[in-house]
């Protein structure tokens, strides 16, 4: 019997992968007050400043704070972590000018950069994103490689036969891009998903490459 290819986690458990279902990035923004309009000029105030910009997370361990750290080991800037308990309070922070800087889920963010109350500098998919096509990426803006999404999918238990995964991979994209649940989807940010099992395998395998790297080079530990 052929059986989907399992993917692990720290833990050690295994999953099957079946369908990743949406992809969400961040978006680098900045309060108005300060003057910075890109990401190149964000980090020419960053290095022009002793102890460098605080940057707001929504809490330690964060899709937020690893997006963050990305940024200062890929930029070598300094930036000081300002940890929260939620993405709402960050979010808050960041619009008063209490912290300098954030990223901040493009959900979150868009109405706030809409509005004027947030500037957009970058946002932090591979691509433009279709709900802010004049925000560049923050790799095109100079930080080669940048990548950090937030995203989500469905796994099945490891040993699953192919056929169940595959048929399951079908049907949920095949929902995921009915014409009013994608625009619906794509009007509130997130992009439906899309790709076969293997390839959202293989994208899970080197998310967690990525961001073990991440944890390394910053030296982040779990805290009690």
């Not at 469905?154 to 949920?172: F, H």
Request: hydrophobic content about 45%; glycine content about 12%.
């Amino acid at each position: 019997m052929i059986v989907a290819s399992a993917v692990r986690t720290e833990s050690g458990t295994a999953f099957a992968p079946v369908a990743r279902t949406t992809t969400v990035p961040l978006v680098l923004v900045v309060p108005a007050a300060i003057p910075a309009k890109s990401v190149k000029e964000l980090i020419a105030l960053a290095t022009s400043r002793a102890g460098g910009l605080s940057y707001a997370s929504s809490g330690e361990g964060s899709i937020s704070h690893l997006a963050g750290e990305l940024f200062k080991s890929a930029t070598g800037v300094g930036m000081v972590h300002v940890p929260y308990k939620g993405g709402g309070q960050a979010l808050i922070d960041i619009i008063a000018g209490h912290v300098q800087t954030g990223f901040v889920n493009v959900l979150e963010a868009l109405p706030n950069v809409r509005s004027g109350r947030l500037r957009g500098l970058g946002v932090t998919s591979p691509a433009r994103w279709p709900a802010i096509p004049d925000i560049p990426t923050v790799a095109e803006s100079g930080v080669a490689g940048y990548s950090v999404i937030q995203w989500s999918g469905v796994l099945a238990p490891a040993g699953t036969p192919r056929d169940i995964v595959m048929k399951l991979n079908g049907e949920i994209l095949r929902i995921l891009n009915r014409p009013n649940l994608r625009e619906r989807l794509i009007e509130s940010g997130a992009e439906p998903g899309s790709g076969t099992p293997e390839e959202f395998g293989a994208f899970i395998k080197a998310e967690i490459a990525k961001y073990a790297a991440v944890v390394k080079t910053a030296q982040l530990r779990a805290k009690p």
